[in-house]
């Protein structure tokens, strides 16, 4: 199932040195939002720290992706690791030292969110430079969304145990020591592929360029609003699930963790299946029924008062988020332009994480007013209603992509084709 992406040496390193990283990751998110509920027992807080640290990616995301383009991707990704590295370090070095507070996290999380503005789109488009054989591609997509998954399985449950044991201040210096590995894998590539030449234009014009080319071809512009809308909604059982952890199901620390793994569980599930597919085709499908059963599950869980129910809903929920996240960005690699690529999943980043804090903020303020399980309840059948609207579009947009894949040999070309999309 992993075969093809493997088949690269490159790919190889990338997957071993994420792997560590993003288990550390999954551990710092776990710790700093228990940190923020457990001081503050406020649902508000949770939006804003959730909403601090997604912001700046809204913003930058999209001038990072015009960047991604020209850069060199190896050297960028070696920076960003670095400085996310210090900025877990920092976190660590203000919780031992007792200094911590709500606006220290509210700022760190911020310079983390402006980091990762520029670490994700150049990740993702980096994954081009590492599997050089283009049919390879969703393949490592998918074994991608299953490394982060089996991390955001693993990271939580360590966390509980952590901060349980030490406290969350171990987390944050667990997390600075895990980018020591993703450091070393980049630094141990050695990438063959050269880039075309990207026309060296004011950063502004590529912008537009992209902007243009994204929304213009509507099967691009379908799969990035759909991402947008379901990230504003699907956020909330998120950045609530401390509150079903405390008030609901009067668990502590170790249980929130214990929630998300199951979450977690559900998205490796997910992404494995994903992973076991030989073709892209029939991906427009999966995401609308994907997103169809993330909204269901999450209805089903703002009902449930039972906790086995509860945590079925959570595996489908994880299962439903990350096949559609995965889907979707198989199919913005495969078919996106590769000289406009980084910026495209530049606009990716900003659906699936830029529209996040607004949902954040949404979240905390419904979960305050009208309560966490009727915000949930209601963002779940907004997740459902887009499912929909996306599933009528698609005969439209596979009428568009069978050119593309008509070109790429990804099923065999009839004796006129369409002419491609325009740009």
């Avoid at 370090?89 to 996290?105: D, E, G, K, R």
């Avoid at 955001?152 to 020591?177: D, K």
């Amino acid at each position: 199932m992993f075969k093809r992406a493997f088949s690269h040496q490159n790919y190889r390193l990338f997957f071993f040195g994420q792997g560590i990283s993003l288990v550390g990751t999954w551990m710092q998110q776990i710790a700093m939002t228990w940190l923020v509920y457990h001081v503050t027992k406020s649902e508000w807080l949770l939006g804003v720290v959730s909403f601090a640290g997604q912001i700046p990616t809204f913003f930058v995301a999209p001038f990072a992706g015009v960047l991604t383009d020209r850069w060199n991707r190896q050297r960028t990704l070696l920076v960003t690791q670095s400085l996310a590295m210090l900025q877990a370090f920092l976190m660590a070095l203000l919780t031992f030292m007792h200094w911590i507070s709500v606006w220290q996290i509210v700022v760190l999380a911020c310079l983390l969110g402006l980091i990762n503005a520029f670490d994700m789109p150049t990740r993702q488009a980096f994954l081009n430079d590492i599997v050089t054989r283009k049919e390879d591609l969703p393949n490592a997509v998918a074994v991608n969304s299953s490394l982060v998954n089996g991390a955001r399985l693993i990271g939580p449950a360590i966390a509980g145990v952590v901060i349980g044991l030490s406290g969350e201040a171990f987390c944050f210096l667990l997390n600075g020591v895990s980018y020591l590995a993703v450091l070393w894998a980049l630094w141990r590539m050695r990438l063959n592929r050269h880039r075309k030449p990207v026309k060296v234009e004011p950063i502004w014009l590529s912008l537009k360029e992209g902007v243009r080319y994204s929304f213009k071809f509507p099967p691009i512009r379908s799969i990035l609003l759909l991402l947008g809308i379901t990230s504003v909604t699907s956020v909330s059982l998120s950045t609530l699930l401390p509150v079903f952890a405390a008030k609901l199901f009067s668990v502590g620390a170790s249980g929130l963790a214990g929630l998300s793994a199951v979450s977690g569980a559900g998205a490796l599930c997910g992404a494995i299946f994903l992973a076991s597919r030989k073709s892209v085709l029939g991906l427009g499908q999966i995401i609308a029924f994907a997103t169809g059963v993330l909204g269901l599950g999450m209805v089903l869980f703002a009902y449930s008062e039972y906790t086995a129910i509860s945590l079925a809903c959570l595996f489908v929920v994880g299962a439903g988020n990350i096949m559609q996240m995965a889907a979707c960005n198989s199919l913005l690699h495969v078919i996106a332009e590769d000289g406009k690529r980084g910026r495209v999943l530049s606009f990716y980043i900003v659906s699936l994480l830029g529209m996040a804090p607004l949902g954040s903020l949404l979240a905390g303020y419904l979960g305050s007013t009208i309560g966490a399980a009727a915000t949930v309840e209601v963002t779940g059948l907004v997740t459902i209603i887009s499912a929909i609207v996306f599933k009528l579009q698609l005969p439209k947009m596979r009428s568009l992509i069978l050119p593309i894949y008509w070109q790429q040999g990804i099923v065999p070309a009839e004796p006129c084709p369409t002419a491609p999309p325009p740009e």
